[in-house]
């Protein structure tokens, strides 16, 4: 019923900056919450941030301070931008979308930050 498609991820020294977009298929206004996850090898998916329908931004602990989410309802599309980024930041980013009992998900995309 929708794709969602993440970009740009890459390759990033310690204290430097990502910022990652994901672009939906349709609009994102009916959605109940967007979001990104991430999960890094050996270990579950977890969520990094989200934002809800009526625009309250949550975090994990350890993104707090670093993370932003933003949406961008004309242009369908959600935004996470990444400063101070750790090498404990590396992991594979998922976009995540949540509708009225359905959940979708990006293809994830790979940041990896350099000591």
């Known amino acids: 019923q929708v794709q969602l498609v993440e970009s740009g991820g890459g390759l990033v020294q310690a204290g430097g900056s990502l910022s990652l977009s994901c672009a939906a298929s349709?609009?994102?206004?009916?959605?109940?919450?967007m979001g990104w996850y991430r999960q890094a090898p050996g270990k579950e998916r977890e969520p990094v941030a989200q934002?809800?329908?009526?625009?309250?931004?949550g975090y994990a602990d350890f993104v707090k301070g670093r993370f932003t989410i933003s949406r961008d309802n004309a242009k369908n599309t959600v935004t996470l931008q990444m400063n101070s980024l750790k090498p404990e930041d590396t992991a594979v980013y998922y976009c995540?979308?949540?509708?009225?009992?359905?959940?979708?998900w990006g293809q994830g995309i790979q940041v990896t930050v350099s000591s």
């Open positions: 995540n979308a949540v509708g009225w009992g359905s959940a979708y």
């Open positions: 349709r609009s994102i206004f009916n959605f109940n919450a």
């Open positions: 934002l809800t329908g009526d625009g309250s931004a």
